[in-house]
């Protein structure tokens, strides 16, 4: 690239930069966004956007690099170009989180998350930062829990997990071989119902959420 004559720009550095990480080659995106960073001091028009910060922290947080994360986010704000929108900012915070945790600092995950619940109204648990919460959490347990999970006074957490099973057959399992549409009424009763092949054995549990276009 020094030695090109062709004029690249932002949009043609972030590309090149993208289609590294997405080979899963974060030293040459790292060394694209060098590059930016390097020709963005004497061009102002080349200096990034937020977007391409958070790909490569996510690319960092996967692997556990808690150190490059936090740089990038600190110098993701003096920086980058345009405006950095909120959920911008929530995902810098819970990539923090993630890289954290995937380097087994689960104090500093800790704390990370009880920021993040205290800035958040609600998560999904299946989103990015609900899955790492569930590391955290489980890491925690129940006394050092962000979170503060509620048990009910007539659970015993000593107790095996059978005491409080639904006996198999009691939970009336459908066969699995039956059409779903012959069986909708049932999904507004419960949430999730098991299924069974010829010979009894459970083969899978069916969602009452999957099942939107019934």
């Not at 974060?26 to 963005?40: P, T, V």
């Not at 129940?142 to 107790?159: A, C, K």
């Not at 009763?189 to 010979?199: E, G, I, Y």
Request: net charge positive; glycine share 6%.
């Amino acid at each position: 690239m020094k030695s090109s004559l062709v004029s690249i720009d932002r949009t043609a550095y972030t590309a090149m930069a993208d289609a590294f990480l997405a080979c899963g080659s974060i030293d040459g995106a790292l060394c694209i966004f060098g590059e930016i960073i390097k020709q963005a001091g004497d061009n102002k028009d080349l200096r990034p956007k937020p977007h391409l910060y958070l790909s490569i922290m996510r690319a960092f947080a996967t692997i556990g690099d808690f150190d490059m994360v936090r740089r990038l986010k600190e110098r993701m704000w003096p920086d980058s170009v345009g405006s950095i929108s909120r959920s911008a900012k929530q995902e810098a915070d819970e990539l923090l989180m993630e890289a954290a945790i995937n380097n087994n600092q689960v104090d500093v995950a800790r704390r990370l998350l009880r920021r993040i619940v205290n800035g958040k109204e609600h998560f999904s648990w299946r989103s990015r930062v609900g899955l790492v919460a569930l590391k955290v959490e489980t890491l925690s347990g129940f006394t050092n829990s962000p979170l503060r999970p509620h048990v009910f006074p007539q659970i015993l957490l000593n107790d095996p997990v059978e005491k409080y099973m639904i006996p198999f057959r009691e939970s009336r399992p459908l066969g699995a071989d039956l059409i779903l549409e012959n069986v909708a009424m049932r999904f507004l009763k419960d949430s999730a119902v098991p299924l069974v092949n010829d010979w009894g054995s459970c083969v899978g549990i069916v969602h009452s959420r999957d099942c939107t276009k019934v």
